[in-house]
């Protein structure tokens, strides 16, 4: 079992090393929270409860008015 798990980190390494060695080129661009407010409340929510990343199965009632201003922005 020792060495599986030393194979599998030796495997993500390599990966690693692929993805640095790639000529990226990368964009970035600025949405206003108020243009955004569902990745707002969800980053909040995730922020609130202290976790590095959250996974939500289906909208809470806090996410809903989020949702809908969204959807009905131009």
Do not use: Y
């Not at 980190?9 to 964009?27: A, G, P, T």
């Amino acid at each position: 079992f020792h060495h599986n798990k030393d194979v599998l980190h030796q495997d993500l390494i390599c990966k690693i090393h692929e993805l640095l060695e790639r000529n990226w080129w990368v964009e970035i661009g600025l949405i206003q929270r108020t243009a955004n407010g569902v990745a707002d409340t969800m980053t909040k929510k995730a922020a609130a409860q202290g976790l590095p990343h959250a996974e939500w199965l289906s909208p809470w009632n806090d996410i809903l008015p989020a949702l809908r201003q969204d959807s009905s922005a131009p």
